[in-house]
């Protein structure tokens, strides 16, 4: 026997949302082509900065959260962010 099963109008609108993630389209896609989450990386980033991180180092050490085999420099710089961020 083949139940029906019945989705609300709400759980389909809020997985529709659209996100500004202040990149342009081609950025959205190379961040694609690469195999990164580029919707995560930008709420990393916000997040991040948020925290007190600056910007620029906000983008360059969130890619690096999610990555794994990261180099002893690139541990070195997550760390420095991270020592940072509970200083506060």
């Known amino acids: 026997?083949?139940?029906k099963i019945q989705t609300t109008s709400f759980a389909i609108a809020t997985m529709l949302e659209i996100l500004d993630l202040g990149i342009s389209d081609e950025e959205y896609l190379q961040l694609i082509a690469q195999g990164r989450d580029a919707v995560q990386e930008q709420i990393?980033?916000?997040?991040?900065?948020?925290?007190?991180?600056?910007?620029?180092?906000?983008?360059?050490?969130?890619?690096?959260?999610?990555k794994?085999?990261?180099?002893?420099?690139?541990?070195?710089?997550?760390?420095?962010?991270?020592?940072r961020i509970r200083s506060q």
């Open 1 to 3: 026997m083949i139940q």
């Open 68 to 83: 794994s085999g990261c180099s002893s420099q690139e541990k070195a710089l997550i760390q420095q962010v991270w020592q």
């Open 44 to 66: 990393l980033i916000v997040n991040l900065i948020r925290a007190g991180v600056p910007a620029l180092e906000a983008i360059q050490v969130a890619p690096m959260l999610k």
